[in-house]
């Protein structure tokens, strides 16, 4: 399974971007997608996740309301839709595929993922 992620780039606080992330390879619309973000020394922390069905999301609270995750299991796509950007959500942003299929916990932590993307910056300016 390989992630590419996409979308990023740099944006006055305030405005929108949209991430991409595509699967390729032996892909399977069972897994919960998550995102992820990192800045320098820090570890990759949950954004969001979206389960196999698309009918139920996760959010970190500084995500809530602000950015929206879906899928299109038909194009085997994830995206985040990211409005109202602050400057804190600078950083690396990393798609992921959940270990287990159909999972319905264990979503926020690193090791609940398996296939990772490459990642794609975000920077918000202020």
């Known amino acids: 399974v390989q992630l590419q992620a996409s979308g990023g780039g740099l944006v006055q606080a305030g405005g929108s971007l949209r991430l991409s992330c595509a699967a390729s390879?032996?892909?399977?619309?069972?897994?919960?997608m998550g995102w992820f973000r990192q800045t320098p020394g820090k570890e990759r922390e949950f954004v969001a996740a979206?389960?196999?069905?698309?009918?139920?999301?996760y959010y970190d609270d500084s995500a809530k309301g602000r950015f929206t995750i879906s899928r299109d299991n038909t194009k085997n796509t994830v995206s985040l839709q990211m409005n109202s950007l602050k400057p804190e959500d600078t950083g690396v942003y990393y798609c992921?595929?959940?270990?287990?299929?159909?999972?319905?916990?264990?979503?926020?932590?690193?090791?609940?993922?398996?296939?990772w993307g490459q990642g794609t910056e975000v920077t918000v300016s202020s």
């Open positions: 979206i389960n196999w069905s698309g009918a139920q999301t």
């Open positions: 390879g032996r892909t399977s619309s069972a897994y919960v």
């Open positions: 992921a595929r959940n270990r287990r299929p159909y999972s319905t916990g264990g979503y926020i932590t690193i090791g609940d993922y398996d296939y």
